[in-house]
C-alpha cells in the first residue's frame, strides 16, 4: 500500500495456534493476547483511569459502546467535546463496537430490515434507527482507535437457513460500512485523529464474522469478509446462549484461518478459563464485561477459582481475595473486611472487586503472553486450570 | 507528668485567635488546624484510601462511626481481625466518636437513663444498650488513635433547665468514660497499640463541652470537663438546628476559653466557611460529612462557589469543576463529563466529586495554615469569603 495503514500488526511468538505480537494503534503500541475492559458509558464502571492505568493493572485499551454512548449523553455533546478521548480524559487506546450486538438484543423492541434497525431507546423510549452509515458516523465523532463494522448477530439456535440469510445481511452491511467509512476519513470526521508516527493516523476498522453455530456459514462469512477487506477481524455472535463446545468448535475452526498477518477478535467472550481456550485457538483480543458486572454483584475471579465475598465463612477471613495476586486491593484488604462493605452496602466493595478481577484478567493475560513467548503456553494452561478446578473451597 | 502522653499539641504560630500547630499522634504528625473526612463503616464513602493518601488530598486522619462499626461488622469482627486499622487497612491515624450523638439523633427509637440509652439498631430493630463503659470498650477494640468520650448531644432548642440536665449528665459520663479509658488502657484492652516514639502508644482521649446556646452552662460544662481531664476538648452540640449566629456566639466564647495547650475540635461542622470562621475563633480540628455526603448527591464545593452537577448549563462545559483546583479529577475530568456520570448513575459520578470535594476542603485547611504561619490569616478569610460569594454563576 502506499496510503500507510491505521494499524499495524506484528506476530512476535507461537505456540501451536497460540501466538503472541504487538498490535500497534496510533494512540500506543499493545501487547497480544489482550484483555480489554469494557467501558460502556465512557466510564469502566466503578473504577478510575487511574486504576487502570495504574502498574497492577495497566489496560492498554478500553472499549466503548456506540449504542449508550448515542443515546446518551448523544453524539452533540461528544462532538462539543472533541471525541471520546478528549470528552472522557481516557488517552489511551480505545475500540468502539457498532451498536448491532445492543440493539439486536432488545429482541422485540427492535425491527431489522435491509436498510437498518429500527428501535426504541431504553433510555427514554423514543423511537431511533441504526444502520451502517448512522454506526460509521457516530464512532467517527467518538473518534475511537478501532471501529466495528455495523453487523447482524445470528441468533444462538438459528437454523441453517435463517442464518445464512444473516450472514448475507451482515456482508451486505460490512460493505455499506466499509464505504461509508472511507468517506468520513476522507472528510476528516473522525475526532480522534492523531499524527501518529508511521501510522496514517486515521481510525482503524474491523470485519466482524456471524454465522452462528453453522461452521459452512462461519466459513462462508469469513471469506466474505476478508474480501471487502479490514484492518482486523472478530469473531461475533458467540456465548449468546450456544453451548460452550459450540462456541469452541467455532473458535477452533475459523480463527487458524483469518489472516494470519492481522488481529483477530473474539467479542464479549468469556472466563478466564476462556480466554485461556481460545488463545489456544489462535485468538488475539478479548472483551467481556464478567470482571467488573461480577465484581459489583460480589463475585471475585481468583486463581483458586470463583469466590463471592458474602459468604458467611470470609467473616473473620484475614486472607486477601487471591493470595497470589498482588493487585493494590489484595495487598491491603482481607476478604473479612471486602465482606463487610458488600454487606454494609459501601461503594468500596464494588470498586474493590473490580479492581481485583480486573487485575487477575490483565495479569492472566500478561503469564499467556509470557508463556508463549517462552514456548510453556501448554504447560500454562494445563496449570491455570487445574489450579482453577481443583480447589473445591469455594 | 511522669507517665508519657498518649498525644502532644504544639501552637507553632497564631494570628489572633486563628491558630495552627503540630498534634503528634501515635500514627504520626498532624498539621492544624485538620479537616477530618468522615469514614462511618471503616471506608470514606466512594474514595480510596490510595487516594486519600495521595498527594493532591493527603488526608493525615479519619473518622470513624462507634455506633455504626459496633453494629455492623460487629465488635467480635473487628476484634477477631485486630482492630479497625488492622480490619480496614487504614494505617494513618483514627479519631472515633462515641456513638453518643448517633444514639441520641434516633429521637423516639431511643431512652435515655442514667446508666445509659437504650435503643434499637438501625441494621435489624434488635434492643441495644450503649453507655460510657460500653463506648470506651467499643472503641478499645476498634484502636483508634483518638477516643471521645460518651456524651448526650442536648437539642439545639432545649431551655435552660433541660440543658442544665442535660450538662450535668454529660459531666458525669464524661467521669464515667475517663475511669473505664483508664482502666481498659491498663489492661491492654487497646487493640490499636503501637511502640509510638516519646508518646505512651496508647490511645487518647478528648472530652466535649455540651450547653446548647446558652453560654453560661457552656462555660460550666467546659470547666467541668477540664477539671476531669482530657488529652483534647471538642465542642459538641452545634449544627444541631440551631441558628449560624448562635453556633459562632457558642464558638466565640469557648474556643479561647479552652486549655491553649490542647487541641479544639468542632464536632461535625461545617461548610468551607464555617470551618474558616471557626479557624477565626481558635478551633483546631474538624469533621464533617458535607464534602463525601453532597458529592455523591452531585454537589461540588468550588473556590467560587457550590454547583450542581446535573445543571443542563454544564452539558457541554469542557472546563473542570473548579478551575483554582489542582485535583486527580479536576486535572482530568471536564464538567460535561462529570454530569454525563451522574446522569447515567455512574460509580465514577460520586467518586470524582467526593474526590474534588475532599480535595477542597483539605486544600482550604492547607491554605488556612499557611496564612496563619504568614500571618496572612485575616486576608485569606476575606478574600476566602469573597470569592465563595461574589460569584452568581452557579
Known amino acids: 500500500m502506499s496510503q500507510p495503514e491505521a494499524l499495524r500488526f506484528e506476530v512476535t511468538a507461537q505456540n501451536g495456534e497460540a501466538r503472541t505480537g504487538l498490535l500497534t494503534t496510533r494512540r500506543g503500541v499493545i501487547e497480544t493476547p489482550v484483555f480489554m475492559p469494557v467501558g460502556t458509558a465512557g466510564t469502566v464502571k466503578a473504577i478510575r483511569f487511574e486504576e487502570l492505568e495504574g502498574s497492577d493493572l495497566d489496560a492498554k485499551i478500553i472499549l466503548g459502546n456506540t449504542y449508550h ?12 467535546c472533541g471525541g471520546l478521548h478528549r ?9 468502539t ?15 431489522i430490515s435491509e436498510e437498518g434497525t429500527e428501535f426504541r431507546s431504553h433510555v427514554d423510549g423514543s423511537l431511533q434507527f441504526l444502520s451502517p452509515e448512522v454506526s460509521m458516523e457516530v464512532q467517527a465523532t467518538l473518534g475511537s482507535d478501532i471501529v466495528m463494522v455495523f453487523d447482524e448477530c445470528t441468533a ?9 440469510k444473516s450472514v448475507g445481511l451482515t456482508a451486505r452491511w460490512a460493505k455499506r460500512s466499509r464505504k461509508a467509512f472511507d468517506r468520513l476519513q476522507e472528510v476528516g470526521a473522525d475526532l480522534g485523529r492523531t499524527d501518529a ?12 464474522v456471524q454465522g ?11 471469506e466474505q469478509t476478508v474480501e471487502i477487506g479490514f484492518d482486523g477481524y472478530a469473531i461475533g455472535g458467540l456465548s449468546v446462549g450456544e453451548e460452550k463446545s459450540v462456541m469452541f468448535d467455532v ?8 489472516p494470519p498477518d492481522r488481529p483477530r477478535y473474539l467479542m464479549g467472550v468469556g472466563t478466564p478459563e476462556d480466554l485461556i481456550e481460545a488463545v489456544a485457538r489462535g485468538v488475539d483480543m478479548f472483551d467481556c464485561v464478567l470482571p467488573t458486572r461480577n465484581g459489583r454483584t460480589g463475585q471475585a475471579f481468583t486463581s483458586a477459582g470463583k469466590l463471592n465475598i458474602k459468604n458467611a465463612r470470609f467473616a473473620h477471613d484475614p486472607r486477601p481475595l487471591d493470595e497470589s495476586c498482588g493487585c493494590l486491593v489484595c495487598r491491603r484488604h482481607s ?3 471486602l465482606r463487610h462493605l458488600y454487606l454494609a452496602g459501601e461503594m468500596l466493595a464494588s470498586i474493590s472487586l473490580t479492581h481485583h478481577n480486573l487485575a487477575f484478567f490483565l495479569d492472566t493475560m500478561r503469564g499467556v503472553r509470557q508463556s508463549i513467548r517462552s514456548r510453556d503456553f501448554p504447560k500454562f494452561r494445563r496449570e491455570f486450570t487445574e489450579r482453577l478446578t481443583a480447589n473445591g473451597e469455594y
Request: charged residues 20%; negative net charge.
Open 251 to 258: 473458535i477452533g475452526e475459523l480463527a487458524p484461518q483469518m
Open 87 to 95: 470528552f472522557s480524559g481516557w488517552n489511551r487506546a480505545l475500540l
Open 69 to 80: 454512548l448515542w443515546l446518551r449523553p448523544g453524539v452533540e455533546t461528544i462532538k462539543a
Open 156 to 164: 444462538g439456535d438459528a437454523d441453517h437457513e435463517q442464518t445464512e
Open 335 to 337: 476478604r473479612a473486611y
Open 197 to 208: 508516527q508511521e501510522l496514517s493516523g486515521n481510525q482503524a476498522l474491523f470485519g466482524i
Open 97 to 111: 463496537d457498532s451498536g448491532g450486538f445492543q440493539v439486536w438484543s432488545l429482541g422485540n423492541l427492535r425491527k
Open 212 to 222: 452462528a453455530g453453522h461452521l459452512d456459514l462461519r466459513r462462508s462469512s469469513l
